[in-house]
């Protein structure tokens, strides 16, 4: 037998969902590597830089070692906390925007006018409250005016 057709569709959705996750898993693994061999770069030249004029304590192999190694790494956490920073600044603002266009959508469909609800006269024996019970009669029950009008005439 063959499979229902949205057991295809969700399953078709949930490799693509897990696909698109694992790609950008890796996207960001690979961008972070990169930014790591260029900080690496950028961290070596400024440290050898400063450390050819700098203080002696800046010249010695244990504190070049340190500088080497946790430079990269710590401006890979500040690149990436600005990367952080500045997509959800865009988000927000997408959010805002959304927000923004949702708001005049309601205004515009507010200020349509809107047509009577006024019954027509056949749906105003139905609406007509019960001199009785004083409660609306149901669909079932149709209430008699002439009745009621007798009635009155009566007592």
């Known amino acids: 037998m063959h499979p229902h057709i949205n057991d295809i569709m969700q399953q078709r959705t949930k490799f693509r969902d897990a696909a698109g996750s694992v790609l950008f898993a890796l996207s960001s693994v690979a961008f972070g590597c990169l930014l790591l061999v260029l900080n690496g770069g950028v961290i070596a030249a400024l440290y ?59 205004q515009a469909i507010a200020m349509v006018p809107r047509p009577s609800r006024r019954p027509t006269a056949s749906k105003c024996k139905l609406l007509r409250k019960c001199p009785r019970t004083r409660s609306r009669p149901s669909d079932a029950v149709v209430f008699d005016s002439t009745r009621a009008k007798r009635k009155q005439q009566q007592t």
């Open 48 to 106: 050898y830089s400063m450390a050819e004029n700098g203080p002696g304590w800046m010249k010695h192999h244990s504190f070049a070692q340190f500088a080497l190694f946790a430079g990269p790494v710590l401006l890979l956490v500040f690149q990436w906390s600005l990367i952080d920073l500045v997509g959800r600044s865009r988000a927000e603002d997408r959010r805002l925007q959304q927000a923004r266009k949702r708001n005049a959508d309601v």
